[in-house]
């Protein structure tokens, strides 16, 4: 398998639950991203981790809580989340400073 | 602080013919690097091209062309004779050079691109 692996694809949740999104990435890279995409709203840089430490926290509130426990794979950990927070959620990874990203095909979070 | 601006927001054309996508950015570096990503329906981001700031030659790549000019911080993509799976969303973004292991791109809000038959 290939690329950046995002699961689950659509996920609908209240307010109250606690749900978790999944990224997979198999080329290799050292680099991870969070970032989310709101309609009509630049892409918003959530977290970064570089060979599995954070090193990157673009004040997200406290409800998002993201989990890298190996260079591979990247966690976004949700609990008691508001409608406002309804969005895409896309993963990226990348292999060193200055390439660029391969992104997922993204979570479309939905908070009812 | 580095800032992308993609003034048009949606842009509607038929088939074959050629459309230009702008992007203005700001930057204090001397050296940094310019993307452009397609994002259609499906919602993953498709890179299409990295430019970094020391090379300022045009680049093709069959219908697809980008225009980088310096004296105007300007990195416009042009697609020739478009086609209806040229719509989608075109993102321009921009990083600072690094040497740590990681890069921080930041996008322009995008354009969307509508091909009709």
């Known amino acids: 398998e290939t690329g950046v692996t995002q699961t689950p694809r659509h996920l609908v949740m209240g307010m109250t639950n606690k749900k978790s999104l999944k990224c997979e990435q198999h080329?290799?890279?050292?680099?991870m991203y969070w970032y989310k995409q709101s309609a009509k709203k630049p892409l918003e840089l959530m977290f970064v981790?570089?060979?599995?430490?954070?090193?990157e926290n673009n004040s997200v509130p406290s409800r998002f809580s993201p989990e890298c426990p190996n260079s591979s794979h990247l966690f976004l950990h949700l609990h008691t989340l508001q409608p406002e927070d309804s969005a895409l959620y896309l993963c990226?990874?990348?292999?060193?400073?200055?390439?660029?990203?391969?992104f997922g095909s993204g979570t479309r979070l939905t908070v009812v | 602080a580095q800032k992308v601006t993609q003034a048009q927001t949606e842009i509607s054309v038929v088939e074959k013919e050629d459309v230009t996508l702008d992007c203005v950015y700001e930057?204090?570096?001397?050296?940094?690097?310019l993307f452009w990503y397609k994002q259609p329906p499906s919602g993953e981001l498709v890179f299409l091209i990295r430019?970094?700031?020391?090379?300022?030659q045009n680049e093709i790549s069959g219908r697809y062309s980008w225009n980088f000019q310096k004296s105007t911080s300007s990195f416009n993509f042009t697609i020739t004779a478009s086609q209806v799976v040229d719509s989608a969303v075109y993102f321009c973004?921009?990083?600072?050079?690094?040497?740590?292991?990681?890069?921080?791109?930041?996008f322009g809000t995008g354009t969307r691109l509508l091909v009709s038959p």
């Open positions: 990226a990874s990348s292999r060193d400073s200055n390439y660029g990203y391969t």
């Open positions: 981790y570089s060979l599995e430490e954070r090193v």
């Open positions: 080329l290799g890279h050292n680099a």
């Open positions: 973004a921009l990083s600072e050079f690094r040497n740590t292991g990681f890069q921080k791109l930041v």
């Open positions: 430019r970094n700031s020391f090379d300022e």
């Open positions: 930057t204090r570096d001397t050296t940094y690097y």
